[in-house]
Nanobody, 125 residues
């Protein structure tokens, strides 16, 4: 069983930065990882994805140039560095994983098998 534990959320002001972490149990070499978010009253949406082995990344347009997804192989941890935060980034952020040999990144909710509990990010304007 894979467990994902997120941390790093909080309350910040617009323009500030935060780094979210997602610690993963078990073997990670065949995992596709993703970050999603869900704002109040809205559907969960894709934010960023990374292939664990190759480090290939992909972002939704609204966060390109501001967010960076990365992984630390030794620590079995995926990060989401969020810079220049805006009020519209306020949401619960979720880490997701899928064990797959495919080399592509995954961008839809239904493609992922495992989810973390979420961490709240609040950006005040």
């Amino acid at each position: 069983q894979v467990q994902l534990v997120e941390s790093g959320g909080g309350l910040v002001q617009a323009g500030d930065s935060l780094r979210l972490s997602c610690a993963i149990s078990g073997r990670t070499s065949l995992y596709a990882m993703g970050w999603f978010r869900q704002a109040p009253g809205k559907e969960r949406e894709f934010v960023a994805a990374i292939r664990w082995s190759a480090g290939t990344t992909f972002y939704t347009d609204s966060v390109k140039g501001r967010f960076t997804v990365s992984r630390d192989i030794a620590k079995n941890t995926v990060y989401l560095q969020m810079n220049s935060l805006k009020s519209e980034d306020t949401a619960v952020y979720y880490c997701a994983a899928k064990r797959t040999a495919a080399t592509i990144v995954l961008v839809t909710i239904k493609e992922y098998d495992y989810w973390g509990q979420g961490t709240q990010v609040t950006v005040s304007s």
